[in-house]
């Protein structure tokens, strides 16, 4: 038998053993990762708060400061900045809250005696008999009114031996965690780097070092653009006069990093509250306006300069992403949601640039010019480790 045919056999084999080998560990660690959702979201929390911080601690250590003091101002700044945004908002939105309860019944009767007329009598359908806004006020406000939000949370954790645990471990973990994720991010990149097989290291630096580029800048600027989006909102719909301008601020700001949904939620929930404070159209136009110069904002100057086109996912794909990552992981799959769609992007781009290069696209004649895994694309230097 030709010995070229043996070789290229043999190099076949040894590659499909690779290949099933790589997908066990992936099933392995997605089973384990499902099996271990509840446990891993404290660490996944203080992973993403290392992970924001980093950056930073590194500026301030080459600044001459040691690792251990880089990390400690940068933690102390984190939990002050967590400390009096607590302190301040909490108070606030927990009276906005109960102001909204209180005046439900008043956007009941609106949507009943206003809303529901001009639907049917301009659109020709009546809504009516399959929506009663007056159940929905009565079942909302007797559930408030039977223990108030902290009182309901604290009485289904105490109802519960393990969320008790859960939680009371989750808040007192996380702080700790974080501390150690930030001052250990790099000493943990590295090992994990130096655990890389050595024939794919190379590859696998490069993809995790676009992925980083693209997720870092992304989430941070994300967090920017949407602090900056729900100051904008609140102290502009309480310019309008709303009452509930700083909920409704914090709530459009917060569902900002989904496309088109916070704008959506917010610019439909302040216009109702227009029309059922004040109604008239002159405080609807000028929610209309405060939303435009606000989408003005996000979309040309902030995301732009912030954000930029970081993942290059479609708005449909980081719904999806959001949503399966909670249908699949709970709330450690939201949270792993964009930072896998970072990294899945990364790889189709990287199995389409091996796709365009592979004979099954370019033909035999072409087959010679295949760049290899660790040969750098599009003008990229050299690989190097992690």
Do not use: N
């Not at 400390?83 to 956007?107: C, E, I, R």
């Not at 980081?318 to 909670?326: E, K, N, Q, S």
């Not at 035999?364 to 694309?377: E, F, K, L, N, T």
């Amino acid at each position: 038998m030709d010995p070229s045919i043996v070789e290229s056999a043999a190099i076949s084999a040894t590659a499909e053993g690779r290949r099933r080998e790589w997908l066990v560990i992936a099933v392995v660690a997605g089973v384990l990762i499902w099996l271990l959702a509840p446990v891993l979201v404290p660490f996944a929390i203080s992973a993403f708060f290392g992970y924001l911080g980093d950056p930073l601690a590194d500026r301030l250590e080459r600044a001459r400061l040691s690792r251990t003091a880089s990390v400690s101002l940068v933690f102390l700044a984190m939990t002050l900045l967590a400390g009096l945004a607590l302190f301040f908002l909490l108070p606030v939105v927990g009276g906005q809250v109960s102001h909204f309860v209180a005046q439900m019944p008043v956007y009941a009767e609106w949507v009943r005696g206003t809303a529901l007329p001009w639907v049917d009598a301009h659109v020709h359908v009546d809504l009516s008999p399959y929506l009663d806004p007056q159940q929905l006020v009565e079942m909302l406000r007797k559930h408030w009114q039977d223990a108030g939000v902290a009182t309901s949370f604290l009485g289904q954790v105490s109802r519960s031996g393990m969320v008790m645990i859960q939680v009371i471990s989750t808040v007192l973990l996380v702080p700790v965690l974080s501390f150690y994720f930030l001052r250990d991010w790099d000493v943990l990149v590295e090992r994990i780097d130096m655990l890389l097989p050595r024939a794919i290291e190379p590859t696998i630096a490069r993809l995790a070092r676009q992925s980083d580029e693209m997720l870092g800048g992304f989430v941070r600027g994300q967090l920017l653009v949407m602090m900056c989006m729900g100051g904008w909102y609140a102290i502009a719909l309480w310019m309008v006069g709303l009452d509930l301008a700083l909920l409704i601020g914090l709530i459009t700001g917060m569902l900002s990093f989904v496309p088109y949904l916070g704008v959506t939620i917010g610019i439909c929930v302040s216009v109702m509250a227009a029309l059922v404070q004040y109604g008239d159209f002159q405080h609807v136009l000028l929610v209309a306006g405060a939303f435009a110069i606000g989408q003005t904002l996000e979309s040309f100057v902030l995301v732009p300069r912030l954000v930029g086109d970081k993942i290059g996912m479609h708005p449909v794909g980081v719904i999806f992403a959001l949503m399966a990552g909670g249908q699949l992981f709970g709330f450690l799959g939201v949270l792993l949601a964009l930072p896998m769609s970072a990294i899945a992007m990364v790889l189709l781009r990287y199995a389409h640039e091996r796709y365009t290069a592979s004979r099954l696209y370019v033909g035999r004649q072409g087959a010679s010019a295949m760049p290899s895994d660790d040969a750098p694309v599009d003008g990229e230097a050299p690989p190097s480790a992690c």
